[in-house]
């Protein structure tokens, strides 16, 4: 799928995605999800074509006849296989959905979300020029969205940060380096301090937790990790250990609905706030960001925006709608509320594998 404008991240550029979805049939009723990895193992060494035979080969057979009641029971049956969490995310979010469906419940509501209306922010990629940044974040304030986030990294920041803010003084405003810098930078960083910025996000290594803690203290800014949180123990580790004040849940990040709850509660009980990450999702996957997002300690806006800043045309039905306040409505239908469009997915599909009973 074409992105209406192109992404850059501290790790290139991208101009379309593909799409990786799985759908589940259970008792007549279908479920989807989305693996959320990308085209390339840039963000995370997860990438749809480890992730495709990851499905196929391993994953789905594990499903395959298996008598479950609840999605959240996925995980136990997946837990041979070593990470990968991203296909095992949309095959448990999948079931989700089905289960939602059958008991012809929101999917918000069977979470254990709270809230009618979720924070939408934005993730504004690196531009051209410093102009066409301007102009983008002209646009997203006039849409109501509520916290612009920008992507920075060693060329593009204070340099950047000094030109928005000196135009906006008052925009809740955060960066996010996708592991861009090293702690031979803590000086650079520290300048950021100037620009009241609500979080800085993942400046270190994708992996790391303890440089983080180290960092955190040389800060005022509030560092919030991403890439680093691939499950509950890690963000328990990362509260404990002061690596950070705020904490981006995705749910493919750290491998389904399940594990995301964990994350969320163990983030909960320390008060540290969390807001849901994206990935660049196609509807289905934005539909259960939605859903996850109305979460009681989802309290700052996410990376959770409408439909139309991604897609000429989305594959749910309706397209995700963010009002002029900045909020999108959760909706009351069972499941995600959204309908997936199954005839444009047939359209745009270039692969696909099915695994049954043999
Ligand atoms: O780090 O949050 C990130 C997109 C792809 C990979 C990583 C990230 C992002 C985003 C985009 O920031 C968020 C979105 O609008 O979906
Ligand atoms: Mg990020």
Redesign the pocket.
Known sequence: MPLVHF?E?SFGRIYSRRILLVSVQCDGLIGWGECVA?EDPF?SSEWIDSAWPTLTRYLAPALIGKTLTQGRETPALLSKVRGHRMPKAALENALWDIEARQKRQPLWKLLGGTRREIACG??I?IQDSPDQLLEKIQTELEAGYRRI?L?VKPGWDVNILEKVRSRWSEITLSV?A?SAYTLDEVEHLRKFDAFNLLMI??PLWNDDIYYHARLQKDLRTAICL??SIEHARDAAFAVESGACRII?I?VGRVGGFSEAKKVHDVCHANNVPVWC?????SGVGRAQNIALSTLENFRLPG???GSK??WKEDIIEPAVEVSREGLITVKDEPGTGYRVREDLIEKLTVRKETVGPT
Do not use: A, P
Not at 277 to 281: D, I, P
């Open positions: 992404f991240t990308g963000y934005v993730s990629g986030k992507k996010d996708n996000e993942q991403d890439e981006n995705k990450g994206g990935m660049l999702e990376d959770v925006s800043r991604y």
